[in-house]
């Protein structure tokens, strides 16, 4: 590095062009093309060229979704790193850097109030936090909210999106499947509609539970949706699969999901699920 260099360096020239071209623009993941960022999230971070949907936060789709005014049931308290696990670095260290990064201290956050005036309680899992892995955090807070709509008589609303149950926690996370489970059960008994969001990637554990065990399935365009992945399945029964598989509108032509809806008009579409779901209106 020449003299020149250093000094330029030292005195930070270029540091704002970099910073103003990276919060300028984002490529698109589907098709590749260089999008205005403000352009991107006008349109709920869905690719105006060719309409791939691409992963937003908890709380951006809680604004997506319920209307203003609505209230956030604080996080559960748990045990944290009741295994003292330890893998390149140990659990408590990446907990920390997914705090950093997330507004909320764990993938799943739950806010209640309504849905074009209809009573509503909605739980989002959030890719973002340690790829919105299913914990002990992650069960108490989907029955939180089963608990929430159970108090208010209303619909109980879970987006899904997760790589599966957190290995950090061992089996204490794959009990969080019959939990989640029981409230379901819960939900029905009370005549009570649970409604599931699919978005992408929704897999592992929350796919064997809570993600397939609403009344109804909707899907977003393209999301990825399955148990186990696609080379797994391919290896294991040695056939190729067919092009689209695990994708929303594959499951949606075989049955496995109700509708695929355009983000854009999903709080619509909940309003008319919930609709012809509680003829009365809710309390």
Not at 214 to 220: L, Q, R, S, V, Y
Request: aromatic share 8%; net charge neutral; charged share 25%.
């Amino acid at each position: 590095m020449n003299w020149f260099t250093r000094v330029r360096n030292s005195l930070g020239f270029g540091e704002e062009k970099k910073s103003t071209e990276k919060d300028l623009w984002i490529k698109c993941k589907s098709c590749q093309e260089m999008l205005f960022v403000q352009e991107y999230e006008d349109n709920l971070s869905v690719c105006p060229r060719c309409e791939h949907h691409g992963r937003i936060g908890a709380d951006a789709r809680l604004v997506l979704l319920l209307d203003e005014g609505f209230d956030l049931l604080p996080q559960p308290q748990v045990t944290e790193d009741p295994l003292r696990f330890k893998d390149s670095k140990k659990y408590t260290d990446r907990l920390k850097e997914a705090r950093a990064k997330n507004p909320h201290d764990d993938a799943f956050s739950v806010g209640s109030g309504t849905i074009d005036g209809r009573a509503a309680v909605v739980g989002v899992q959030d890719f973002g936090f340690m790829g919105g892995s299913m914990g002990m955090a992650v069960g108490l807070a989907f029955c939180a909210g089963a608990e929430r709509a159970l108090t208010r008589k209303c619909p109980y609303i879970v987006v899904t999106a997760a790589g599966g149950a957190r290995m950090q926690e061992g089996i204490l996370s794959l009990m969080q499947m019959p939990r989640a489970t029981v409230m379901t059960r819960r939900l029905k008994q009370a005549g009570l509609p649970y409604i599931v969001v699919l978005t992408d990637p929704t897999t592992g554990g929350v796919t064997a539970s809570y993600a397939m065990l609403g009344d109804i399935h909707i899907a977003e365009p393209d999301a990825l949706i399955g148990f186990a992945g696609q080379r797994v399945i391919q290896d294991t029964i040695r056939e190729q699969l067919p092009e689209g598989f695990q994708r929303s509108e594959y499951l949606h032509k075989h049955g496995m999901v109700d509708m695929v809806v355009h983000r854009r008009d999903l709080k619509e579409t909940l309003g008319t699920v919930i609709d012809y779901l509680t003829p009365s209106k809710a309390a």
